[in-house]
C-alpha cells in the first residue's frame, strides 16, 4: 500500500517535474527549484520550464540551503488545507514548513480521530510526537482531538501557534520538549493517551540536548509510546525517512508487543502533476486496535 497525493488534493501545491537531485514546485503561487536526492532520474520539463523557477535553494557544504530569488517572494506564504491555514515559510534548509507527502496522513488521521470520538463517545486524547510545525496537531485538533504537540525546537513551536491562530484552532497544547521525556514524564503521571502520531527524525537532540538515533533508540522509543496508549480503540502513525529502514522494518518494530488488531504499511510520495511518476518521500506503518 503506497499514499501518494494527487495533484487535485491542494490548489495551492504542484510538483511540476523532478530529476537530477532537483524538484520544480508550485508553492502557493511561487514556483520553486528545491534539491530532492530520490530524484536520480532526468529531468522531463524544458529548461525553459525551469528557468521559470523565480526561487531556487541549492545545497552547501555544510548540509544547509541557500536560496536565490530572482524575484521576492511574498512576504507571507499560507496552504489553504480544509478550511485551515498553514503557514509557510522558505527555510535556509529547503523546506517550506510542510511536507506535502502527508496529505494522505493527515487524511487517515482525520478519519482515525473523527471514528474514535464517536466511539469513545468525547474528544480523543492524541500526540504528535516531533510534530514540526503542527499541520497533523491541528488537523487532529479540527476533527475533535484533545492534542498534545511536542517538539524540541521553540522556533518551530511558535511557527505552528501561528498556523493554529489563523485557522482559529484551539484544544492543542503546545509543548517544548524531548519527546521521549514527553513520553517518560506523562507515564509517571499517569498520562492516558487514545492515539499517536510520531515522525521521529534519522538523528537529532531535544530541547536538553538529548541523543536521538533512530536505528538505536526506535525500539525503545515506541515501548515508552505504547505504554501510555490503550490495549483497545487506540491507533498509532509512525513514519521515517531514515536512510536504508524498509516499510516491513518498521512494520515490526510496530508491531513489537503484540497490541495492535490491524497493521499497514508501504511508502509515502508525491505524485507529479503533469505525468504519473510519484517521488518517494518516506515510509510508514500504521496500527490500531
Same mark, same amino acid.
Given at each position: 500500500?503506497?499514499?501518494?497525493?494527487?495533484?487535485?488534493?491542494?490548489a #495551492?501545491?504542484?510538483?511540476?517535474?523532478?530529476?537530477?537531485?532537483?524538484?520544480?514546485?508550485?508553492?502557493?503561487?511561487? $514556483?520553486?527549484?528545491r534539491?530532492?536526492?530520490?530524484?536520480?532520474?532526468?529531468? +522531463?520539463?524544458?529548461?525553459?520550464?525551469?528557468?521559470?523557477?523565480?526561487?531556487?535553494?541549492?545545497?552547501?557544504?555544510?548540509?544547509?540551503?541557500?536560496?536565490?530569488?530572482?524575484?521576492?517572494?511574498?512576504?507571507?506564504?499560507?496552504?489553504?488545507?480544509?478550511?485551515?491555514?498553514?503557514?509557510l515559510?522558505?527555510?535556509?534548509?529547503? *523546506?517550506?514548513?510542510?511536507?506535502?507527502?502527508? %496529505?494522505?496522513?493527515? +487524511?487517515?488521521?482525520?478519519?482515525?480521530?473523527?471514528?474514535?470520538?464517536?466511539?469513545?463517545? $468525547?474528544?480523543p486524547?492524541?500526540?504528535?510526537?516531533?510534530?514540526?510545525?503542527?499541520?497533523?496537531?491541528?488537523?487532529?485538533? !479540527?476533527?475533535?482531538?484533545?492534542?498534545?504537540? =511536542?517538539?524540541? #525546537?521553540?522556533?518551530?513551536?511558535?511557527?505552528?501557534?501561528?498556523?493554529?491562530?489563523? #485557522?482559529?484552532?484551539?484544544?492543542?497544547?503546545?509543548?517544548?520538549?524531548?519527546?521521549? $521525556?514527553?513520553?517518560? !514524564?506523562?507515564? !509517571?503521571?499517569?498520562?492516558?493517551?487514545?492515539?499517536?502520531?510520531?515522525?521521529?527524525?534519522?538523528?537529532?537532540?531535544?530541547?536538553?540536548?538529548?541523543?536521538?538515533?533512530?536505528?538505536? *533508540?526506535?525500539?525503545?522509543?515506541?515501548?515508552k509510546?505504547?505504554?501510555?496508549?490503550?490495549?483497545?480503540?487506540?491507533?498509532f502513525?509512525?513514519?521515517?525517512?531514515?536512510?536504508? =529502514?524498509?516499510?516491513?522494518?518498521? +512494520?515490526? %518494530?510496530?508491531?513489537?508487543?503484540?497490541?495492535?488488531?490491524?497493521?499497514?504499511?508501504?511508502?509515502?510520495?508525491v505524485?507529479?502533476?503533469?505525468?504519473? $511518476?510519484?517521488?518517494?518521500?518516506?515510509?510508514?506503518?500504521?496500527?490500531?486496535?
Amino acid at each position: 500500500m503506497n499514499l501518494a497525493t494527487v495533484p487535485a488534493d491542494l490548489a #495551492s501545491y504542484r510538483l511540476l517535474d523532478s530529476g537530477e537531485g532537483m524538484k520544480l514546485e508550485e508553492i502557493a503561487g511561487v $514556483r520553486v527549484q528545491r534539491p530532492s536526492p530520490q530524484a536520480i532520474w532526468k529531468k +522531463r520539463a524544458s529548461a525553459d520550464e525551469w528557468a521559470k523557477a523565480t526561487s531556487v535553494c541549492a545545497r552547501t557544504k555544510d548540509g544547509g540551503g541557500q536560496w536565490q530569488h530572482h524575484k521576492p517572494p511574498p512576504k507571507e506564504l499560507w496552504l489553504p488545507y480544509d478550511g485551515m491555514k498553514f503557514r509557510l515559510k522558505l527555510t535556509t534548509f529547503g *523546506h517550506c514548513g510542510v511536507f506535502f507527502e502527508q %496529505v494522505p496522513v493527515w +487524511r487517515w488521521l482525520d478519519r482515525e480521530v473523527r471514528a474514535l470520538k464517536e466511539k469513545l463517545g $468525547r474528544a480523543p486524547k492524541v500526540a504528535n510526537l516531533f510534530g514540526y510545525t503542527g499541520a497533523a496537531s491541528l488537523v487532529m485538533a !479540527n476533527a475533535g482531538a484533545e492534542v498534545w504537540h =511536542v517538539d524540541g #525546537s521553540k522556533g518551530v513551536l511558535d511557527w505552528a501557534q501561528e498556523s493554529a491562530e489563523a #485557522s482559529k484552532i484551539t484544544g492543542v497544547k503546545w509543548l517544548h520538549e524531548d519527546a521521549q $521525556r514527553f513520553l517518560i !514524564n506523562g507515564y !509517571n503521571k499517569g498520562l492516558k493517551l487514545d492515539g499517536m502520531l510520531a515522525d521521529p527524525p534519522s538523528w537529532g537532540h531535544g530541547a536538553k540536548k538529548e541523543v536521538w538515533e533512530f536505528e538505536k *533508540h526506535i525500539a525503545g522509543f515506541l515501548d515508552k509510546a505504547q505504554a501510555v496508549l490503550p490495549k483497545k480503540n487506540g491507533f498509532f502513525f509512525l513514519t521515517s525517512h531514515t536512510h536504508g =529502514v524498509q516499510q516491513e522494518a518498521l +512494520r515490526n %518494530v510496530l508491531a513489537q508487543d503484540g497490541r495492535w488488531a490491524t497493521l499497514g504499511c508501504g511508502e509515502l510520495g508525491v505524485q507529479h502533476a503533469l505525468d504519473p $511518476r510519484v517521488l518517494p518521500a518516506g515510509i510508514y506503518a500504521h496500527g490500531a486496535c
